[in-house]
């Protein structure tokens, strides 16, 4: 099935040459071939588009110098970052357009490479969100993700195991980004099963039985992979101390579940739950940046264990419930941070089946009516 994605490359790339990275599996391919059906595509897992490049990367200019005005894609750029010298030329001296997408940006940043000084922006593609699937199935959704591949597909707990063993062990071994391959999946097991908890370096090292220093390499791949992203704590509260840890959170539902050998996730389980806020933290995280909002994202705790789930940009608080109605006992915590009156904005995103504000203004919204107004630009 062909997905309509929200993020426009048509656009992006009128503006300038983009580095488009995502996790393997999220449509990258798909996409590009929608959005340019009539570009020059330079596929680096074609064994014989990758040995010529790497030998002559001058090639790029000698088979499209009758063609200057036509945009280049580059598939997996990583594969051979030295290119990106001949590329860098090409951008500063004749103009060249480039697309150059990737599943890991770590090969780049190691050749000491800085994403073409500046030269070339970059986009990030994720899993499919709410706003991309026709006849969206919420349950669904929390048992298989948002992989193009997987949501729809009948047989997804074997799709999701064979991704699970072959890319995130196998393919981070054939990339050398680290050569123990059975503690990174060990950590895997590990950072899954901790989704949207606090990390704490030095319990995870002691469970893990390895180095401080080897946990953040690992935690750095998942960065460099998007197969995983930080979510810092909020510091600025003054009446009640905040938590500085970060949270941490993989890239899709489904791969999560796998890691996790968890069952089926069933509305009203403790699963459920943590898996409503791991979505919509999820459909924030996309939308920020595909409408290319540079916004920050944070939660916050305090010491007393008050907690509001996600604070964006400094303004806009979020709490979110898998609960059908929303009362005071829920409301405890982003109250505790409305105290502070350092947010503009309150809202709860739950269950509830109809939109309703309290009295001191705090804004309830069902999750696909939250949904439905974040995409349209209303909220945020």
């Known amino acids: 099935m062909l997905y309509t994605r929200k993020l426009n490359l048509a656009q992006l790339i009128k503006k300038k040459s983009f580095f488009l990275f995502g996790p393997r599996s999220t449509g990258k391919t798909t996409l590009i071939h929608q959005s340019f059906p009539n570009a020059k595509i330079y596929n680096l897992l074609d064994s014989r588009v990758y040995k010529k490049l790497l030998k002559r990367p001058e090639l790029l200019e000698e088979e499209n110098k009758d063609n200057s005005n036509q945009l280049i894609i580059i598939d997996e750029i ?174 899709d539902i489904g791969i999560t579940n796998t890691l996790c050998h968890r069952g089926s996730i069933r509305q009203k389980s403790e699963l459920f739950g943590k898996s409503f806020e791991h979505f919509i933290i999820l459909e924030i995280r996309a939308f920020l940046s595909y409408f290319r909002k540079n916004l920050s994202m944070h939660y916050w705790r305090s010491t007393s264990q008050m907690e509001v789930d996600l604070i964006i940009g400094g303004k806009t608080a979020i709490e979110i419930k898998a609960t059908s109605l929303v009362q005071d006992k829920h409301l405890r915590g982003i109250r505790a941070l409305k105290e502070e009156g350092l947010i503009e904005k309150y809202l709860v995103v739950s269950l509830d089946d109809s939109i309703r504000k309290t009295k001191d203004n705090i804004k309830i919204l069902p999750w696909n009516q939250f949904l439905t107004q974040l995409w349209k630009g209303k909220l945020i």
């Open 78 to 251: 990583q594969k051979i970052p030295s290119l990106l010298d001949e590329i860098h030329r090409l951008i500063y001296k004749k103009r060249q357009k480039f697309l150059l997408t990737g599943s890991s940006a770590r090969k780049l940043k190691k050749r000491g490479v800085n994403l073409l000084a500046g030269r070339a922006w970059s986009a990030s593609l994720f899993p499919l969100t709410w706003s991309e699937i026709p006849k969206f199935n919420l349950i669904q959704y929390l048992n298989r993700g948002g992989l193009p591949d997987i949501y729809n597909n009948p047989h997804y707990k074997e799709e999701l195991e064979a991704y699970v063993s072959l890319y995130l062990k196998e393919e981070i071994k054939n990339e050398a980004l680290t050569r123990n391959v059975q503690a990174f999946s060990e950590f895997l097991d590990l950072i899954a099963l901790s989704s949207g908890q606090e990390i704490n370096y030095e319990g995870f090292s002691k469970d893990l039985q390895i180095s401080p220093s080897t946990l953040k390499n690992y935690i750095e791949i998942l960065d460099d992979t998007l197969l995983g992203f930080k979510l810092p704590g909020y510091t600025k509260t003054k009446k009640r101390k905040s938590i500085s840890r970060y949270k941490y959170y993989l890239f």
